[in-house]
């Protein structure tokens, strides 16, 4: 395939990309909040227990998310990558705008949790398929020696919606305690169908790769994608779950866990936190691209490994640097910790899963590989880190020894399968 990029395959990086950003924008709205104010507000408790329960419906929704994985995966796989972004992006926007119109449980008591719970399911479902669309829709278009890149860039999308929904939420958290918890949180949640509504305007101007156009013209789709994907690559989805284990621990451990134990143990200023975390996950726009592009020319199992080895080697210190309470040295706890640790090892990951398995079950595999793994390891992470934390009477040493552990999983993974890079993708399982 030639490595020159044609106007086709630039644009469907972009919509893919900015549709991915409005997204995870909704999505990491409910982390945000999950930390900061769901606890008192839908649990009726501030305390250690409000914060536990909150956490519990952040993972509810990476519980839906496999859910979300089979049932768009077999879609995409049968109907089309660009039908399914379209479907999840419109999901995702109506269950979050919806967040900010909910009663609280000093109004509504147990239907307030309630209702929380199910529009978080419905979050979970609906990005269970996009990762794998908008990857694939980018992945699929890209020449054969810049897949790594051409897949980290709507996978940068992930680190750009954080960025948006971080400085919103950081800016309403600025106003007075009183304001925030009655009225100011609901504006981040409430202004999200306008966002999305323009991810779904570009969306609809882009073609349907050439991947699956091929397939359809052969007539060579498959009734049930999940079925042939078990018969015929289990080891591959096996991997494929692996691979994310490491990014999803550390990543929801940073993004939730550090953020809640930052606010509610060491005393920091939610909004230092909110705002150092945005600024570290801006440089992921730049970072998960770079780190994509360099698995193209040294291969996917180098980067992602060096990845590992710094996750696992700075995750003490990172815990060390929140403690210094200081602004500057949070900040560069976070530059350190998001868009190199965790970025080495997550942008050349869109490729690299897609590289697994054959046109027919991509989506299917790369959707139901990656959604379980979010399930297992993301949703479960500040969860764990909470209770690993008040077990242990505040040490952060076994949620160091957790990070290990997903670092490990992961590099098991990555050395299970040969190297990817500038192989052939469209052939026959």
Known sequence: MSSEQTPGSRRTMIAGTVGTVMEWYDFNLYGLASALVFGPLFFGSSGLGGTLASFATFGVGFAARPVGGILFGHLGDRIGRKRVL??????????????????????????????????????????????????????????????????????????????????????????????????????????????????????????????????????????????????????????????????????????AFALSHATKNLGIPRSTMLWAIALASALEIVAIPFWGRLSDRVGRRRVVLAGLLCTAAYAYPFFLLLETRSAPVILLALVVAIPFCKDMAFGPQAALVAEQFDARVRFTGVSVGREFGGAIFGGTAPFVGTALVAAADGSVTPVVLYIAAACAITAVAVLSGRETARGEITGGI
């Open 86 to 255: 379209l479907i999840t992006l419109l999901a995702m926007g109506a269950a979050t705008t919806l967040v900010g119109t909910l009663p609280t449980h000093a109004v509504a008591g147990v239907w307030a949790p309630v209702l929380l719970i199910a529009l978080r399911v419905a979050q979970g479902i609906a990005v269970g398929g996009e990762f794998a669309g908008a990857t694939l829709l980018t992945v699929e278009n890209a020449p054969a020696d810049r897949r790594g890149l051409h897949g980290a860039v709507p996978a940068m999308g992930t680190g750009a919606g954080f960025v948006l929904a971080s400085a919103v939420f950081g800016t309403v958290s600025l106003l007075p305690d009183d304001a925030f918890l009655t009225w100011g949180w609901r504006i981040p949640f409430l202004i999200s169908i306008g966002l999305v509504a323009f991810g779904l305007w570009l969306r609809r101007g882009i073609d349907e790769t050439p991947a699956f156009t091929a397939l359809q013209q052969r007539g060579a789709t498959v009734r049930s994608p999940l079925t042939l994907l078990l018969r015929t690559r289990p080891g591959a989805l096996l991997r494929v779950l692996g691979i994310t284990a490491s990014g999803f621990v550390w990543g929801y451990l940073i993004q």
